[in-house]
Nanobody, 123 residues
Framework: QLQLVESGGGLVQPGGSLRLSCAAS????????IGWFRQAPGKEREGVSC????????NYADSVKGRFAISRDNAKNTVYLQMNSLKPEDTAVYYC????????????????WGQGTQVTVSS
């Protein structure tokens, strides 16, 4: 079965850090650009970050620039999202997705989506 599985979410205090993982099973991640998205209750889904197939190119939403870092380990078939200096407004369900294309404006043409992991930033 082809799937993406996110992990690493949880409850963290403002200013804290979390590292999310996106692991693939049934297919090889290094054929795809990978994007992270989030959706808060009552809000539209927002693109957070995208990484190219090689990992050499990345982009970020303005709201997370300087605080989040995306990376990938193709040998482990896993992509990561390191989230630092977390704010209450970062609270959302975070999803990863495998895309056919990386662009400077984000990933495009998505093939697979994960089920999401909850991130809650609260004191």
């Amino acid at each position: 079965q082809l799937q993406l599985v996110e992990s690493g979410g949880g409850l963290v205090q403002p200013g804290g850090s979390l590292r999310l993982s996106c692991a693939a099973s049934g297919f090889t991640l290094d054929y795809y650009a990978i994007g992270w998205f989030r959706q808060a209750p009552g809000k539209e889904r927002e693109g957070v970050s995208c990484v190219s197939r090689s990992g050499r190119s990345t982009n970020y939403a303005d709201s997370v620039k300087g605080r989040f870092a995306i990376s990938r380990d193709n040998a482990k078939n896993t992509v990561y999202l390191q989230m630092n200096s977390l704010k209450p407004e970062d609270t959302a369900v975070y999803y990863c997705a495998a895309a056919s294309y990386y662009t400077d404006y984000g990933c495009r043409a998505f093939n697979y989506w994960g089920q999401g992991t909850q991130v809650t930033v609260s004191s």
